[in-house]
């Protein structure tokens, strides 16, 4: 099956900085790929995603990443603030294959003033 | 609002009890999810469902069952709930135009005692 690894389990950056976490992913196959932002107490929120026949998708101030030869997948948050702090969690697919999300084990940001 | 609602947000089970948790979705989602969320673990999916009455094995499927009767609802069922299993258990769902934008309800945190 699938395996996602993620890096690093945690980050602190200053504000305004930027951020990068990043994604392995060992099923060539997978072809979808969202990441998820979850708030302390609330519920995981899809916040972008990437298809494979897509290198790099930009919103905003966050961009992810796509290298399908490398299978890794990153996700960039420019100009940081306080309320960028969260967990976020990268995840992989192939849609159309039961549509199971396999998820990484999730990078702790922090944004400090 | 696409609204993935858990029924009980806090259980305290003891040792051997059968144990039930309950998720409702009101978007018309094909699909629906149950995954467990521990620290440094990520969200581990442990069973899956794309249709009524169809259900596939997620990653971590021992000592668990699960019931899809009607489309907007799916049930987690622990025979025999043992220590290992305190975790938070988060249901999700989505649609099949968009199966991997998942959205969750908010959670229901198990402790056995």
């Known amino acids: 099956g699938e395996n996602v690894e993620q890096h690093p389990s945690t980050l602190s950056v200053q504000e305004g900085d930027s951020a990068v976490i990043k994604c392995t992913y060992s099923?060539?196959?997978?072809?979808?790929f969202p990441w998820y932002k979850q708030e302390l107490g609330k519920r995981p929120q899809l916040i972008i995603d990437?298809?494979?026949?897509?290198g790099e998708k930009k919103d905003q101030r966050i961009a992810v990443t796509l290298n399908k030869t490398a299978k890794h997948f990153s996700l960039h948050i420019t100009e940081t603030q306080p309320e960028d702090s969260a967990v976020y969690f990268c995840?992989?697919?192939?849609?159309?294959?039961?549509?199971?999300?396999?998820f990484g084990t999730g990078t702790q940001l922090k944004v400090e003033l | 609002d696409v609204k993935v609602t858990q029924s009980s947000r806090y259980l305290v089970k003891r040792t051997g009890e059968k144990v039930f948790l309950e998720c409702v979705q009101d978007?018309?989602?094909?699909?629906m999810f149950w995954y467990r969320q521990d620290p440094g673990l990520g969200l581990r999916l442990i069973y899956f469902?794309?249709?009524?009455?169809?259900?596939e094995k997620g990653d971590i499927p021992e000592g668990y069952s699960v019931s899809r009767e009607k489309k907007e609802r799916f049930s987690l069922i622990l025979e025999s709930a043992s220590t290992n299993q305190t975790s938070m258990y988060l249901c999700?769902?989505?649609?099949?135009?968009?199966?991997?934008?998942?959205?969750f309800g908010e959670g229901s945190r198990l402790t056995v005692l």
């Open positions: 978007m018309d989602h094909e699909n």
């Open positions: 995840a992989a697919a192939l849609t159309g294959g039961g549509n199971k999300l396999t």
């Open positions: 099923d060539s196959a997978s072809n979808y």
């Open positions: 999700a769902s989505s649609p099949n135009n968009r199966p991997g934008e998942l959205f």
């Open positions: 469902s794309y249709d009524v009455k169809m259900k």
């Open positions: 990437i298809r494979s026949n897509v």
